[in-house]
């Protein structure tokens, strides 16, 4: 009988890379819960029209990477592509609107979307979301960078930049979107790639982020977003670049900066590295005003970004990573010493030491080689004589020095040796 094995485009983790990942899920946490952010956790399964009333029905996401069936009774469901939709409907339908006046909120997990899968990118991946609603004011825009900032800060890493625009609002974005869609008019068909002479009438918005160098060459004569904004956008987009620019982050704007979902407006931004391939954003958000309402809420603004785990973790795997510590090695010598083995690693366990043990009798040499493996600090040995005396044979892993230690004291020794 074959092999079953995994879908193209769904990875298995295992240690030292499972280990990255729940060290970004963990610095989240104390990073964004100093900022009042609280934790949220919504469905991996969501009805299709979410992501269709939010993202964009004219979205490459909506229109060619979505995984969308129907269930058993004929309704259409879609494995979650991004989170923002769904945090934003999970904060409607429980109506935190009307008990927070402003809602803080992260999550964590995967995320489903059919591309062809590439270094970084894959078709299950992963990403660390934070959402604010309920907050208009420039300030929060730049309040928010900064939490991001921080919190790849705080992974250690460093190289990376942040790029800065603004994709204006309803008010002034439309007369933007009627000149460059001239502009794009104007464009021989054969110059722009596939994708870009269906968005030059449908999206024109994403032909600026087009990642095609013969695209790029286009739009390189584009008119400018930043030269259509209306004044309260200009002053918006004018406070946040103050905040960054006292707070010390380094910035660029590029104006060729938009975002690929159809919600968002005003401040967007996007935190890239450039040893991690062709896809070089590790990060990214912006201010989507409007997208609560759309989704059947009160008229409430709201902002955010996405980091994706798996970029992140080709930068952190570069990194020497914190080893999770093995104190002890139980080696059982005898077969009667198998059960009371697992009894004391349970005491041992239980004074917050870590380790493990082998249930088999086998020789010491056996099992000092497992020991060794393990990366424990210490092998404990259990055969008949030292069940007689209640005590261990505690063999120092890296010194191979010896003594015999009793059950009752081997918890605090091995304690002491750590510190």
């Known amino acids: ?76 469901l879609t494995l979650r592509p991004e989170a923002t939709a769904s945090v934003v409907r999970a904060y409607i339908e429980n109506k ?31 990403q660390v979301n934070c959402e604010l609603l309920g907050a208009e004011a420039p300030q929060s825009d730049a309040e928010l960078i900064l939490m991001l900032w921080e919190y790849l800060q705080a992974l250690g890493l460093d190289g990376l930049h942040l790029d800065l625009n603004s994709l204006g609002c309803r008010e002034c974005r439309p007369a933007y979107h009627e000149t460059l869609g001239s502009y794009l008019a104007g464009v021989d068909a054969d110059e722009l790639c596939d994708d870009c002479r269906r968005r030059k009438t449908t999206n024109p918005l994403r032909v600026l982020d087009c990642k095609v160098e013969g695209c790029r060459s286009v739009m390189q004569q584009a008119p400018r977003l930043a030269d259509h904004l209306c004044s309260g956008c200009q002053s918006h987009f004018a406070s946040v670049r103050t905040i960054l620019d006292r707070a010390g982050i380094p910035y660029t704007i590029n104006p060729r900066l938009v975002r ?53 973790a080709l930068l952190l795997q570069e990194q020497e990573q914190p ?61 008949g004589q030292e069940l007689q005396e209640k005590a261990f044979v505690v063999k120092n892993m890296q010194s191979g020095a010896q003594e015999t230690v009793s059950w009752e004291e081997t918890g605090r020794a091995l304690r002491q040796q750590r510190v």
Request: hydrophobic share 35%; with cysteine; proline share 5%.
């Open 1 to 76: 009988m074959s092999t079953i094995k995994k879908i193209k485009g769904f990875n298995d983790l295992f240690p030292p890379v499972s280990a990255i990942y729940s060290r970004m899920e963990q610095t989240a946490r104390e990073v964004f819960s100093r900022y009042g952010y609280y934790e949220i956790r919504v469905p991996l399964l969501e009805k299709t029209e979410l992501f269709a009333r939010s993202i964009g029905d004219e979205t490459d996401v909506v229109q060619k990477e979505m995984y969308t069936f129907p269930d058993r009774k004929g309704r259409s």
């Open 96 to 126: 935190r609107y009307a008990s927070e006046s402003v809602s803080r909120m992260f999550t964590f997990g995967p995320m489903f979307r059919y591309e062809r899968p590439q270094k970084g990118r894959q078709r299950q991946f992963h």
């Open 260 to 312: 690929g979902l159809d919600y968002y407006q005003r401040t967007t931004f996007e935190v890239v590295a450039e040893n991690i391939g062709a896809q070089t954003a590790v990060a990214g958000g912006g201010r989507y005003d409007g997208l609560v309402s759309d989704l059947g809420g009160p008229a409430l603004p709201g902002t955010g970004f996405a980091c994706g785990m798996e970029r992140l």
């Open 323 to 383: 080893g999770t510590p093995v104190d002890f090695f139980l080696a059982v010598l005898d077969d009667e010493a198998r059960d009371e083995a697992i009894l004391q690693a349970q005491q041992l366990r239980k004074q917050g030491l870590a380790g493990e043990v082998g249930y088999e009798a086998k020789s010491p040499k056996s099992h000092l080689r497992h020991a060794n493996k393990a990366g424990a600090a210490y092998c404990l040995l259990l055969g």
